[in-house]
């Protein structure tokens, strides 16, 4: 069984920065692509950013020059490091990794909160 597990969600003011994590633990073999995506009540989940697992990246036109993913391997971990943020880029944060072997289910974080409010 694996989990991913996030961290690193809050509040900040319009402009400032947050960054966000996710590892995954467990019975963890390889991870292939990984990945952010976001949702807000009544609205479609979002993929905000991806990396695959060469390392090339792509990301939401929404936050493309202001949000940077990367992964350490070694770590099983995926951050998120978003600046410049606004008020539309609130949303609970769910980290998803291509886990080798594990249910489509575990691939997927709880999810962490981003609250974008002055």
């Known amino acids: 069984q694996v989990q991913l597990v996030e961290s690193g969600g809050g509040l900040v003011q319009p402009g400032e920065s947050l960054t966000l994590s996710c590892v995954a633990s467990?019975?963890?073999?390889?991870?292939?692509?990984m990945a952010w995506y976001r949702e807000v009540p009544g609205k479609q989940r979002e993929l905000v950013a991806f990396?695959?697992?060469?390392?090339?990246?792509t990301y939401a036109p929404s936050v493309k020059g202001r949000f940077t993913i990367s992964r350490d391997n070694a770590k099983n971990t995926v951050s998120l490091q978003m600046n410049s943020l606004k008020p539309e880029d609130a949303a609970v944060y769910l980290c998803?990794?291509?886990?080798?072997?594990?249910?489509?289910?575990?691939?997927w974080g709880q999810g962490t909160q981003v609250t974008v409010s002055s």
């Open positions: 467990g019975r963890v073999a390889s991870i292939n692509d």
């Open positions: 990396i695959s697992s060469t390392g090339r990246t």
């Open positions: 998803w990794a291509d886990i080798c072997g594990a249910l489509a289910d575990d691939k």
